[in-house]
């Protein structure tokens, strides 16, 4: 735990050093920037420019119809690239080729067809763009309000390696309600003091207070042992950062492919991470899906 903690400080500390470092600004003779504004930072390529348009376009969509989902999907496969991939921020493994990403969404629209989203930032460098958005879905009657970020790598404006980056613990409020298993549940209770303001998962608001920051990083450490999490993509603009980190960690019992974003901004860090595999193990996992997909009920633990 003290060696996680050790490398989250030298990572937070590079992350926020570097946070203004990069002053590049967006490109002429992209539509869609004169919609997002400052939303965007970074250099955009016509390559950049028409994933942004396509992925804002698919967020607004709608899907409450069987012919509306499926315009959707079709709209969400053309961001990808024949061969491209996509993967969660947590223990699953990626999807492999267009058809497969269309299924994957179909069957979520399936179960949730009110999902959408709007954009909060979107940071480009080169054929690299991370792009935060605030996501909802009605799951079970209740409204579920959760951040994310897809982290893409383009070629030709189409998707060939994404990454979403969101708490997929949040899908299972409504269903597990009291029993949701929550790996921050009471961190932010008594954070009384001033400082460098964070977010992340399990917290509905930023944590101005450093001995909770700390504390926030010891959960998640304790959460996982054996951790190998090395640098992959980054994006800086004039304000923004984005820096990814991949690789495996330990956790219930088994070995996982986990990464995370730390976004930094003006007076704010924020973290996105998937607590799902952190909580729940294979089998507990496979059983939660099953009864949001179909509505079965999950047997007795």
């Avoid at 003779?29 to 250099?43: F, I």
């Avoid at 207070?209 to 042992?225: E, I, K, Q, V």
């Avoid at 998937?274 to 729940?280: A, G």
């Amino acid at each position: 735990m003290k060696r996680f903690l050790g490398a989250a400080a030298l990572v937070l500390g590079a992350t926020l050093a570097e946070s203004g470092t990069a002053m590049a600004g967006t490109s002429a003779g992209c539509g869609v920037l004169d919609q997002l504004g400052d939303r965007v930072e970074g250099a955009v390529s016509p390559s950049a420019c028409t994933f942004i348009t396509r992925q804002t376009e698919f967020g607004a969509m709608r899907s409450d119809t069987p012919e509306e989902r499926e315009a959707r999907v079709r709209s969400y496969g053309r961001i990808f690239a024949a061969d491209g991939t996509l993967a969660e921020s947590g223990s699953a493994p990626p999807v492999r080729g267009r058809t497969n990403i269309e299924g994957n969404l179909r069957t979520l629209l399936g179960a949730f067809p009110t999902f959408r989203f709007t954009p909060v930032k979107i940071v480009v460098s080169g054929e690299t763009v991370f792009y935060e958005a605030a996501n909802e879905a009605v799951i079970r009657g209740e409204l579920v309000r959760y951040p994310a970020v897809y982290r893409v790598v383009l070629k030709d404006g189409e998707v060939t390696q994404g990454r979403r980056y969101h708490d997929r613990t949040e899908w299972f409020r409504p269903i597990e309600r009291d029993d949701l298993r929550e790996l921050f549940a009471g961190v932010a209770d008594d954070c009384p003091r001033k400082g460098p303001a964070f977010t992340g998962p399990g917290l509905t608001a930023p944590v101005t207070d450093p001995a909770c920051h700390a504390a926030y990083l010891g959960r998640l450490a304790g959460a996982m042992t054996d951790v190998r999490l090395k640098p992959d993509q980054a994006a800086a603009g004039p304000r923004t950062r984005f820096q990814e980190y991949r690789g495996t960690v330990r956790a219930k019992g088994r070995t996982i492919d986990f990464g995370m974003i730390v976004g930094t901004g003006p007076g704010l860090v924020r973290y996105y991470f998937d607590t799902l595999p952190l909580n729940y193990d294979d089998a507990e996992t496979a059983a939660l899906f099953t009864e949001l997909l179909t509505g079965a009920a999950r047997p007795a633990r």
